[in-house]
């Protein structure tokens, strides 16, 4: 049983006559009558009642043409919904991040989303270890991490760099500095993330070899939280410099350079070299290199 097949049942029940249904269809009658016929024979029933000048369906016509009208809505909504991926109107891009990523992919996500509001982006946090091997075998379109990948099968686009910074409060009394030392830095009080990470590690392994304190006071779950309690004065905090920026833009923080701790990262977007991608994430690997192509806010 052939969908155009079916197709010709619906054309010839709806006109109620073989010669018009041909013409509808463009098709010749004797083209259209042995579409029927070879239905028939394939179910062993009649479709149609042929001493009925109208071309009425029998009892097994109707219960077929049922069956013929809902292929015909499925096929149009399959056909709807790959015209809907074409033109990003439906459509999934999922990447792998930690949550300083978060911050540095968001201006890409709203390039992406101006040309295709309609296209889904997730986001799902995810180590930074895991990430390309995600990618490789298709649980993640895309990754962010801040290491040139060993995997041959990666493309990696890079976003920039990033360092860290001291973040304080417009009104704190190093907000005018430039730089500071990283013992006058961990004299602050200083609001931490208390979540692992390597680059927290480093930082206060390089107190402890250079003997100074670092005077932490408060530990927080979450970058935003972090940027929050320094807004309202709680302290100072070391953090990536481009997770703040539209912060530091709107006057709420301030940023001062700590050149010791400063660790530069190359930050990067990671997916597949080869095989075939979703038109989403064709049209985000585009916007990312459209905005790889700038220069890193200062």
């Not at 109107?89 to 201006?107: D, T």
């Not at 979450?222 to 309202?232: H, P, Y």
């Not at 977007?269 to 075939?276: A, D, P, T």
Request: glycine residues 6%; proline residues 5%.
């Amino acid at each position: 049983m052939e969908l155009h097949e079916l197709q010709v049942l619906r054309a010839v029940a709806a006109e109620r006559s073989f010669s018009r249904a041909a013409a509808t269809l463009h098709r010749t009658q004797p083209a259209v009558s042995q579409a029927i016929r070879r239905l028939e024979e394939e179910l062993g029933e009649r479709l149609f009642d042929r001493s009925s000048k109208g071309g009425r369906l029998t009892e097994a016509g109707t219960i077929l043409l049922d069956y013929a009208e809902r292929l015909t809505r499925l096929k149009d909504e399959a056909e709807g919904a790959v015209r809907e991926l074409q033109e990003l109107r439906r459509g999934r891009v999922v990447i792998g991040v930690n949550e300083a990523a978060v911050h540095v992919l968001l201006p890409i996500v709203v390039k992406f989303r101006e040309q295709h509001p309609r296209a889904q982006v997730e986001m799902r946090r995810v180590p930074s270890r895991q990430i390309p091997g995600e990618v490789l075998n298709r649980s993640l379109d895309f990754g962010f991490v801040t290491f040139r990948p060993a995997e041959r099968g990666l493309l990696s686009v890079s976003l920039g760099v990033d360092e860290l910074v001291m973040l304080a409060h417009p009104k704190h009394p190093m907000a005018r500095r430039r730089q500071i030392t990283m013992e006058e830095f961990g004299r602050q009080t200083v609001i931490a993330h208390n979540d692992y990470s390597p680059r927290r590690e480093r930082v206060l392994r390089l107190f402890e070899e250079k003997h100074a304190p670092i005077n932490i006071q408060i530990s927080l779950a979450s970058l935003d939280g972090i940027k929050r309690a320094v807004e309202m004065g709680l302290g100072v905090a070391l953090l990536p410099r481009r997770c703040a920026l539209s912060e530091i833009a709107r006057k709420q923080l301030v940023a001062v350079r700590v050149p010791q701790l400063r660790m530069p990262r190359d930050l990067r977007l990671v997916c597949r070299r080869s095989g075939e991608s979703s038109h989403a994430a064709s049209a985000f690997l585009e916007a990312a290199k459209g905005h790889a192509e700038k220069p890193a806010a200062k």
